[in-house]
């Protein structure tokens, strides 16, 4: 009993020393890359705490891409069955080859009976542009030639 509760005790510790260590956070437009303490992304606007304190509002369609949590997030263009949704979304990019890059796209599922839920899907990208969207059937592969490892949930 004494030892379980020193260990989930060791495990609490390290757990907030780990979200202690404040995260490099920055956001980039056009006009230039800021950095920041807190990004929070709405539908239109994006509200920023820089480092100084100030509050900002960006319109989300004017950032380019943003690092949060050790994370790159890019504004690329959705693709759905090989064709344009006509529709900008941010991205997270997984890993990148060469002139490719993998990226990982999260959505709500809205037709699930718990429209929390979502799903994923993954596209490969060459200098903006829509390289390869994959399948389930090309995942493996794909993930292999990244190198990322890949597992089923």
Do not use: W
């Not at 980039?28 to 800021?34: H, L, S």
């Not at 997270?92 to 999260?106: A, C, F, I, T």
């Not at 990208?125 to 829509?130: I, N, P, S, T, V």
């Amino acid at each position: 009993m004494k030892k379980s509760i020193v260990v989930l005790c060791a495990v609490l510790l390290s757990l907030a020393g780990f979200s202690a260590i404040p995260g490099v956070k920055l956001v980039v437009t056009n006009e230039g890359t800021v950095k920041c303490q807190k990004i929070s992304l709405g539908v239109k606007n994006a509200h920023i705490i820089l480092e100084n304190g100030e509050k900002s509002i960006i319109p989300v369609e004017h950032i380019n891409s943003y690092i949060a949590e050790g994370k790159q997030f890019d504004n690329l263009e959705l693709y759905k069955d090989g064709k344009s949704a006509n529709k900008m979304v941010f991205m997270e990019l997984v890993k990148s080859r060469g002139d490719l890059s993998l990226y990982k796209y999260e959505a709500h599922d809205y037709d699930s009976y718990t429209p929390s839920d979502t799903y994923s899907t993954f596209y490969v990208y060459r200098g903006g542009k829509l390289y390869l969207e994959i399948t389930d059937k090309s995942l493996p592969n794909v993930f292999q030639f990244f190198d990322v490892k890949f597992r089923y949930a």
